[in-house]
């Protein structure tokens, strides 16, 4: 038996109506209207605030990060658990996971913008730990609704982390141009 079908075969044993209900909240928080919604709020609060690169950061990296979740399933093609045991209807592919590689980015991207702030120290702890949280929940409800395979998500995950850093090295080169004074 491999991984992938051990850790569902896993997940199915412990399904519960009540705890399908919560996990069903959990990975719509972390769908594309959720994120969307979210990435754009903050975008537009950083704009408002003159944080012009944080809101570059976060509205380019979704944007992009879309695009190349949506390339990487279509060179990859892999099919989704199967029925019944997927309890959601989707008609895409499945690698990697677009709900953990889309909350990943949006994690890691808002934890940059957040070292950044002048905060408390546990309130910045608690914000971070609770980003990390909120893509690991998300992840692993895809895998206990069966809309993916655990290495679909573990690899969203890691492509959403990756993704993210390059889109954060590169706003913070550009941060750093813009405060360096330019030779003559």
Known sequence: ???????????????????????????????????????TVLTITLLMRGRRIDALLVAGSML???????????IFTRTRPPVPERLIEI?????????????AILATVVAAVIVRLT????????MLVSLALYTV?????????????MTDVLAGWAFGVIWAGVWILGTSRSRQRRREPQPV
């Open 91 to 103: 008609d895409s592919y499945s690698f990697p996971s677009g709900h953990a590689m889309m909350t």
């Open 1 to 39: 038996m491999s991984f992938d079908q051990w850790v569902l075969d896993s997940a199915v044993d412990q399904r519960t109506p009540w705890l399908v209900d919560v996990v069903d909240v959990i990975t719509d928080s972390g769908g594309t209207l959720a994120a969307w919604i979210i990435s």
């Open 64 to 74: 992009t990060g879309l695009l190349v979740m949506s390339g990487l399933k279509r």
């Open 119 to 126: 905060l408390p120290s546990l309130v910045r702890v608690t």
């Open 137 to 149: 929940a998300v992840g692993f409800s895809r895998v206990y609704l069966a809309a993916h395979w």
